[in-house]
């Protein structure tokens, strides 16, 4: 069992950055698949970006070039790193981990947190 606290959001303007924290507890993530998905109001989940246990990601073509996800094993943490952020990246953002194979699908993982807010505005 794991459990998931995500942290870091907050209010920023328009290209500005943020850094997402997502720290674990139960067990390792080292072995876990870890993704980031956000929820626009009125919109659906979106797959944002995904690091793999054998350490492939991949990212959403609306945050290739902008977001990275990274992981530090000694604080047993994943983090996100937004970088030029827009309006339309104002969502809750999750963090979830299956111990299987990463998608960008969020009925692939198994373990969520309780999601941080992000918005961009000026």
């Known amino acids: 069992q794991v459990q998931l606290v995500e942290s870091g959001g907050g209010l920023v303007q328009p290209g500005g950055s943020l850094r997402l924290s997502c720290a674990a507890s139960?067990?390792?993530?080292?072995?876990?698949?870890i993704g980031w998905f956000r929820q626009a109001p009125g919109k659906a989940r979106e797959g944002v970006t995904y690091s793999r246990s054998d350490g492939q990601t991949n990212y959403s073509d609306s945050v290739k070039g902008r977001f990275t996800i990274s992981r530090d094993k000694a604080k047993n943490t994943v983090y996100l790193q937004m970088t030029s952020l827009k309006p339309e990246d104002t969502a809750i953002y999750y963090c979830a981990a299956t111990p299987g194979w990463g998608t960008l699908f969020d009925r692939t993982y198994e373990y969520w947190g309780q999601g941080t807010q992000v918005t961009v505005s000026s």
């Open positions: 139960g067990s390792t993530l080292e072995y876990y698949a």
